[in-house]
């Protein structure tokens, strides 16, 4: 009988995953009927447009290990995360995954032992992906500016896939930040923490979830909210900018008195048009971001809404 202290709780959001969604409870299953520890299982439905809601219903009501949380609309995968941890009850630390199994629960054993050796973040570090040409080498490349830009020690090549203690994950829950990078937000915490190295997996059924549109928006919410590059590029193209300015000045200058010729046409008038608007409409547009931020932070409305709760077999509105 499952404790109602669970030592682990397994988080992972799912969003229309039925086809790896019996996959998914066969190897969790697998995982804590051979495990030692006590686990429950946090599953968050982001607004599935498919059965996968109802597959959990029934899941939760004849398991009592399965504790589901159902999300009033998609929220998307950060947000549905970050439900997924406020919603767990593990007393000792969460396992982050992803329902569709690229993050093997089975490394649970190893990454505890990283824990019991006194790591309070346990984080994965991808060594070999098993995705297209273009998306790896888009994250290859995203990962290390993001590396030599962010004011956070952010490891490279590591995603969300994690072990957290509990006090790590209170922290988190904690943080009332709308747009959320919480790969960021966990290294900005602090406390020990170390990697493992494993080989991230092809998803086991179905297709990616994550469009070229999310996975923008969260470099964005990486770049923006854990970097001072974007508002100190806009102030050195400045300074640049003013610069240009000042020498073709003076070489008009130049041109007048000791050559007698002065630059004459559209040419010179189209180009310094076309370059100073181009700067200024840059960065008006990264101002713009990080106003965007600060309105969308200063509604306060809660970060989602829960729309129904299943633990213990109980329905909870």
Known sequence: MQSSDPQISIVAPLYNERESFPHLVSRLNALMDSSALSIEVVLIDD??????AQLMQQLA??????????????????????????????TEALFIIDGDLQDPPELLGEFYAKFQEGYDV?????KKRKEGFF???AYFLFYRFMKSISYVDIPLDSGDFSLVSRRVANVLNQMPEESRFIRGMRSWIGFKQIGVEYERDARVAGEAKYTFKMLRRLAYNGIFN???FPIKFVTNLGMMSI???VLYFIQTLIKKYFFGGVPEGFTALLFTII???????IGLGLIGEYV?????????????IVREIIRKKERQS
């Not at 965007?292 to 809660?302: A, T």
């Open 292 to 304: 965007l931020r600060i309105f969308f932070q200063s509604k306060g409305r809660p970060l989602y």
């Open 47 to 52: 607004g599935s447009r498919d059965n996968t």
């Open 135 to 137: 998306k790896k080498t």
């Open 122 to 126: 346990v984080y994965a570090v991808r």
């Open 226 to 228: 854990f970097s001072e």
């Open 275 to 281: 370059l100073f608007g181009g700067i200024q409409l």
């Open 61 to 90: 009501l004849t398991d009592d290990r399965y504790h589901c949380v159902f999300l009033a609309r998609n929220y998307g995968h950060q947000i549905a995360l970050t439900a997924g941890m406020a919603a767990a009850k593990g």
């Open 243 to 245: 610069g240009i300015a």
